[in-house]
């Protein structure tokens, strides 16, 4: 059965899920959705996707999730939640390639940045939604860290000279901003330069990911990615835009 890529809303019907397909609910702008087709593409594991409309919540969806929230990963009658949950259970059910650090330290290091991120993402949102220079400005400023934290591994990317778990849970924050900003959304006063000239191993790390084939499957087009940022923040998000 073929699945439309348009959001199921309201008064929608739950398409059928078949034995043994592994489905991941999600939103194609949200970047908690984005972790999680990265992990899948990486280790190219074979998933079907259901698109949901969040203003408009299927009831069967509620069913799933009672806070409507995305992403969702089922497979035959088990289900789980959260983002970092979903791509840590990825990781090790399906261990080729492995996209944490095996190596103990190195892996509660790439957790402790992971960590981070996860906290960058909601100062982001609260920043677009609210429009906070105050919340901009934190998150720029930690940028600071990741900056310098290339520096100590002295590798390309976060997770060795190649992208990992770190890199792909990292880089949704920063497409999603490279499109805020394209947008032309943003109307304050600060430096909105995404990544700093004095931050070359961050600038390089950008270059890396945006060039990723990888990121490239998975990345929304541009276009729609800014026609939908200007949707959600006029009040009105159209999930289709560009079907």
Known sequence: MS???KAFSQGSSEPPLANGVLRLYGMRFCPYTQRVKLVLA???IPYET??????STPDWYLKKHPKGRVPLLEWDDKKLMESL?????LDEKYPEPRLWHQEPYEKAISKIAVELVSKLYEHFRKAVKENDESEFAHVFKEFEYFE??????KTDCFSGNKPGMVDYMMWPLISGLRFYMASGSYKGNLDFSLIKSNQPKLMAWKVKM?????????EPKQE?????VVSFLNGHPDYDVGL
């Open 148 to 153: 310098r934290l290339l520096t100590t591994l």
């Open 210 to 218: 945006v060039d990723d084939p990888i990121v490239k499957i998975c």
């Open 224 to 228: 729609d990615y800014i026609n939908f």
């Open 85 to 89: 949950v979903i791509c840590d259970y």
């Open 50 to 55: 259901v698109n949901i409309n969040l203003k």
């Open 42 to 44: 990486a280790k190219n």
């Open 3 to 5: 699945i439309s890529p």
